[in-house]
């Protein structure tokens, strides 16, 4: 299965970002601390490549926290980026933020040379709240579903420090399969682009590899950590529903309701502090998926020369999303 997710706003913020980032001085990537790979919008880096960077893993709180060590040591060794780890419920780190940036642009500041810096990120991914963290009141709206904020907005979080907000962003094509499955789970792409049951195999398939005893411990599966391991991704989501009361007629599991009590879980943090993805595994699925997606495009290219398949009709309209089924 393939999950995409591109409404039309996404097509015009990117349109707004390529224009605006013309006056920033620093870019904030927010990123979500459980999968900070799959979080980093490769459209941004497109966008933004000439201007410094701080990556955020926001939500290091429900992340990790070994991991999060292993990706804030990646992006801290890429030139012109800095990465800190926030909570964003929490006022004094987020407060580092603002001291990262000048660190990062250290000839802006005062009123003559403001610091302008654009804030972005993928849908979900918290930067509302820590907007509000920042501003010390309800400047951006904040929700638990993907694409809150429409539209940019500029906020001053200080006489020389400005703050331009841009809706959340993915990107048209995800080539990494992983991450479209890390994505869905995390909750930021919206639910008709998935199937939940094939979002909580594919979660499933990398907790009971990484974390089999937090998974045995809340779901009092009863078997030892390589049993977890070893056991079918199917059998799990049945046993797990079994054990949640996620119940047909009969005493048949309900395999729907008990792929999205798993989802809410993990999003809730009731499964524990997890993080989905390392900067090798990532690189991996990457290295991968744009082979993959090299090959597909030489394929079909070939069948255009040989007159099988026309060229598409260019068009600046989203493709609707469809719910996939296994």
């Given at each position: 299965?393939?999950?995409q997710?591109?409404p039309?706003?996404?097509?015009?913020?990117?349109?707004?970002?390529?224009?605006r980032?013309?006056a920033?001085?620093?870019?904030?990537?927010?990123?979500?601390?459980?999968?900070p790979g799959?979080?980093?919008?490769?459209?941004?880096a497109?966008?933004?490549?000439?201007?410094p960077?701080l990556?955020?893993l926001n939500?290091q709180?429900?992340?990790?926290?070994e991991r999060t060590?292993l990706w804030?040591?990646?992006?801290?060794?890429?030139?012109?980026?800095?990465?800190?780890g926030l909570?964003a419920?929490h006022?004094?780190p987020?407060?580092?933020?603002?001291?990262?940036?000048f660190?990062l642009?250290?000839?802006?500041g005062?009123m003559v040379k403001?610091?302008?810096?654009l804030i972005?990120?993928i849908p979900n991914?918290?930067?509302?709240?820590l907007?509000?963290?920042?501003k010390?009141k309800r400047?951006?709206k904040?929700?638990?579903?993907?694409?809150?904020t429409?539209s940019?907005?500029?906020i001053?979080?200080?006489?020389d420090?400005?703050?331009?907000d841009?809706?959340g962003?993915l990107?048209?094509?995800i080539v990494?399969?992983e991450?479209?499955?890390?994505?869905?789970?995390s909750?930021a792409?919206g639910?008709?682009?998935?199937?939940d049951?094939?979002?909580?195999w594919?979660l499933?398939a990398?907790?009971?590899?990484d974390?089999p005893?937090?998974l045995d411990?809340r779901y009092?599966?009863?078997?030892?950590?390589?049993?977890?391991?070893a056991?079918?991704e199917?059998?799990?989501?049945?046993?797990i529903?079994?054990?949640?009361?996620a119940?047909?007629a009969g005493?048949k599991v309900?395999?729907?309701?008990a792929a999205?009590?798993?989802?809410?879980?993990?999003?809730?943090?009731?499964?524990?502090?997890?993080?989905?993805?390392?900067?090798?595994q990532?690189?991996?699925?990457?290295?991968?998926g744009?082979?993959a997606?090299?090959?597909?495009?030489?394929?079909k290219?070939?069948?255009r020369e040989k007159g099988?398949?026309?060229p598409a009709?260019?068009?600046?309209?989203?493709?609707?999303p469809k719910?996939?089924?296994?």
């Amino acid at each position: 299965m393939s999950i995409q997710w591109f409404p039309g706003h996404m097509h015009l913020t990117r349109k707004a970002i390529a224009e605006r980032v013309k006056a920033i001085d620093v870019v904030v990537e927010m990123l979500d601390a459980r999968l900070p790979g799959s979080s980093a919008n490769p459209l941004m880096a497109e966008l933004t490549s000439s201007r410094p960077t701080l990556k955020v893993l926001n939500k290091q709180d429900m992340a990790d926290p070994e991991r999060t060590a292993l990706w804030l040591a990646h992006y801290n060794a890429q030139p012109q980026t800095r990465a800190l780890g926030l909570d964003a419920s929490h006022t004094a780190p987020a407060r580092a933020l603002i001291d990262a940036c000048f660190e990062l642009a250290p000839l802006r500041g005062g009123m003559v040379k403001p610091m302008r810096v654009l804030i972005c990120g993928i849908p979900n991914v918290g930067k509302s709240t820590l907007i509000n963290t920042l501003k010390g009141k309800r400047a951006a709206k904040t929700g638990d579903e993907a694409g809150v904020t429409r539209s940019e907005s500029r906020i001053a979080l200080a006489d020389d420090f400005y703050l331009y907000d841009t809706p959340g962003m993915l990107w048209p094509r995800i080539v990494v399969p992983e991450s479209g499955f890390n994505l869905a789970a995390s909750g930021a792409v919206g639910r008709n682009a998935y199937d939940d049951k094939e979002v909580a195999w594919e979660l499933l398939a990398k907790l009971k590899t990484d974390y089999p005893r937090l998974l045995d411990a809340r779901y009092q599966l009863g078997l030892s950590s390589e049993a977890v391991a070893a056991a079918a991704e199917e059998d799990l989501l049945d046993a797990i529903g079994r054990q949640r009361g996620a119940l047909a007629a009969g005493g048949k599991v309900n395999g729907q309701k008990a792929a999205e009590l798993l989802i809410a879980d993990f999003r809730a943090l009731h499964i524990g502090r997890i993080t989905l993805e390392t900067p090798a595994q990532f690189d991996t699925w990457l290295r991968a998926g744009l082979a993959a997606d090299r090959e597909s495009d030489a394929r079909k290219h070939g069948l255009r020369e040989k007159g099988h398949i026309k060229p598409a009709k260019k068009t600046s309209a989203a493709p609707t999303p469809k719910r996939a089924a296994r």
